[in-house]
C-alpha cells in the first residue's frame, strides 16, 4: 500500500448500496409531485451530487417551493431503513487495506451516521468522515477531496479516491488525486472512463489496484 497515504471514499454507492434504493425512489416521488423522470435521467442529472443541488434542480425546473424534509427524507429512510446494505465486496476490501481511510461524501452528517450504521460500517471511519456540508462547493468540484486531504494531514498526490459517480470522478480529478472509479454501481464504466482515472467493476479488486 506504499503508493498511497490516504484512501478516500465516496460514501453513496462506493461503502453503501444506496444509489439504486434512492433512484428509484426519486423517480416515484418527482413523477407525483410533477416532474417525470426514468431512473437513468436522474443518474445522469443528480448522482453524486449534493441533496441541496437537487432541491434547488427541482425547484428551479417546477417554479414552486419543494419541502425536502416532508417529501424526500422519510422516503429515503423508510427504504433504506428496510433494504439498505453495505456495497458487496467492500467490507472484504476495507479488510484488506492496511493504508488510512477517510470517508469524503456529497452527503450530509446525519445521512451518513445513519447509513453507515445501518451497514455496520461507522465505527470503521469514527472521526474521518467529511460531507459536503463542510466546504463551500459540491462536487464535481475538488472542495471536499481538498479538505479531507487537509484534515488528514496528507497531500493530494498522496491520496487516492474511490468514486462511482462522474461528478465524483471529476472532483478527485480536479483535486489532483489518483481516481479509481467504480463501476459496479448505476454509473457505467464508458462513463466513468475520465482522463487518468482507473475503472474497476468489483470491490474485491480495490486492495490489489491500490497495491500496484
Not at 32 to 51: K, Q, Y
Amino acid at each position: 500500500m506504499s503508493n498511497f497515504d490516504l484512501v478516500i471514499f465516496d460514501c453513496d454507492g462506493v461503502l453503501v448500496d444506496s444509489e439504486r434504493l434512492a433512484i428509484r425512489t426519486e423517480a416515484e416521488i418527482l413523477s407525483g409531485i410533477g416532474w417525470p423522470l426514468t431512473e437513468s435521467d436522474i443518474v445522469e442529472r443528480f448522482v453524486g451530487r449534493s441533496a441541496a443541488y437537487m432541491h434547488q434542480e427541482i425547484e428551479r425546473h417546477l417554479g414552486r417551493n419543494v419541502d425536502w424534509n416532508a417529501e424526500f427524507e422519510p422516503r429515503y429512510r423508510d427504504v433504506f431503513e428496510k433494504e439498505l446494505v453495505a456495497v458487496p465486496g467492500v467490507i472484504g476490501a476495507l479488510d484488506a487495506i492496511s493504508t488510512t481511510t477517510c470517508v469524503a461524501s456529497s452527503g450530509s452528517h446525519d445521512k451518513m451516521q445513519f447509513t453507515l450504521g445501518k451497514t455496520g460500517l461507522l465505527d470503521r471511519f469514527k472521526g474521518r468522515i467529511f460531507s459536503v456540508d463542510q466546504v463551500a462547493h459540491g462536487k464535481p468540484a475538488p472542495d471536499i477531496f481538498l479538505f479531507a486531504a487537509d484534515q488528514m494531514g496528507v497531500p493530494p498526490s498522496r491520496c487516492a479516491v474511490i468514486e462511482d459517480s462522474i461528478s465524483g470522478v471529476s472532483a478527485g480529478l480536479a483535486a489532483q488525486m489518483t481516481v479509481l472509479a467504480f463501476a459496479g454501481g448505476v454509473t457505467n464504466a464508458s462513463h466513468l472512463s475520465l482522463e487518468r482515472a482507473i475503472v474497476f467493476d468489483h470491490m474485491r479488486e480495490l486492495p490489489e489496484l491500490l497495491a500496484q
